[in-house]
Nanobody, 122 residues
Framework: QVQLVESGGGSVQAGGSLKLSCLVS????????MGWLRQGPGKEHEAVAA???????MYASTVKGRFTISKDNAKNNLYLQMNSLKPEDTAMYYC????????????????WGQGTQVTVSS
């Protein structure tokens, strides 16, 4: 059974940084597509960033240059370094796995974590 457990969320002021982590268990092949999605208050889910099995990355235009996604295949961990955070980044952030490809992470991810809350105050 595949399980994804996120950690690292919290409350920060605008301009601050957070690093989210996602531990994956129950998946034998570490080289699969993974990503981060988020859902802000009153908003739909949106793709934040994703990484393909070959290391190709995708970022939403709203976070490009501020967020960095990375993956540790040996530990089966996924990370999201978030810098220069803005109040509009406030959302529940979800780790996802087994997407078809990074560009379709929102609609093709087969496994989701429970989420970790990020709150950015102005």
């Amino acid at each position: 059974q595949v399980q994804l457990v996120e950690s690292g969320g919290g409350s920060v002021q605008a301009g601050g940084s957070l690093k989210l982590s996602c531990l994956v268990s129950g998946y034998t092949d570490s080289r699969f597509c993974m990503g981060w999605l988020r859902q802000g208050p009153g908003k739909e889910h949106e793709a934040v960033a994703a990484i393909d099995s070959d290391g190709t990355t995708m970022y939403a235009s709203t976070v490009k240059g501020r967020f960095t996604i990375s993956k540790d295949n040996a530990k089966n961990n996924l990370y999201l370094q978030m810098n220069s955070l803005k109040p509009e980044d406030t959302a529940m952030y979800y780790c996802t796995a087994d997407c078809d490809e990074a560009t379709t992470v929102l609609i093709s991810s087969r496994f989701w974590g429970q989420g970790t809350q990020v709150t950015v105050s102005s």
